[in-house]
């Protein structure tokens, strides 16, 4: 490439070098995170089946960054939980979120995983903050592909949010102690 093309332009004064660029360390890595989550569903019912549709062409989840989904908790920082989830359950539910490394973040899809749905049994969960902290709830039964995208978004203003240190923090500590969660 010759340089007889290019057309070089003085620097307004006092502006001289490299350059610079000015932002706060959280807003970088909240931008980075937000943007690149890797979604693990943990689907047991009919929001399972609305969740496919949303990561299908027509809705393409993948506009979001969360297109890679990950079936091992090790590998994943969203979960997903969509539909009932009985008691007998809970503990492989929370297996599953403390399997996960930090930062991690928890949405309930639908009815049932938010708070027991139509089935207020003795077998039902009526709501899976009980066992594992959740961010965002997702309501509907089923929820429409545009409500869990909804969710999803709401999840990344969450995480663009966040401080680097909240998953440090005092408070993030005493909400994992009251779940009994180390």
């Known amino acids: 490439m010759s340089t007889d093309k290019i057309n070089m332009v003085d620097a ?9 660029f000015a932002t706060k360390l ?11 989550m ?26 979001f960054g969360s297109e890679r989904m990950s079936f091992s908790p090790r590998q994943a920082d969203m ?5 009932t989830i009985s008691k007998k359950m809970a503990p492989i539910l929370r ?10 973040w928890v949405i309930a899809v639908g009815a049932c995983a938010s708070s027991g749905g139509v089935f207020d049994t003795y077998s039902v969960l009526q709501g ?6 959740v961010d965002v ?6 929820p429409r592909p545009e409500q869990i995208l909804d969710g999803i978004m709401r999840l990344q203003e969450i995480v663009k949010s966040e401080s680097v240190y909240r998953r ?4 993030y500590k005493d909400l994992l102690n009251s779940y009994n969660i180390k």
């Open 79 to 83: 979960l997903l939980v969509m539909g």
């Open 137 to 142: 709830y997702v309501p509907g039964c089923p």
């Open 26 to 36: 959280d807003s970088v890595v909240g931008l980075a995170r937000a943007n690149s």
């Open 128 to 133: 899976i903050d009980k066992v594992i902290p």
């Open 95 to 104: 297996q599953v979120y403390e399997q996960m490394a930090e930062p991690k």
């Open 38 to 63: 890797w979604p693990l569903p943990f689907a047991t019912s009919c929001c399972g089946i609305e969740f496919m549709a949303t990561m299908a062409a027509n809705y393409d989840v993948a506009r």
């Open 168 to 171: 440090g923090s005092e408070a």
């Open 12 to 20: 307004p004064d006092g502006y001289t070098g490299q350059g610079f």
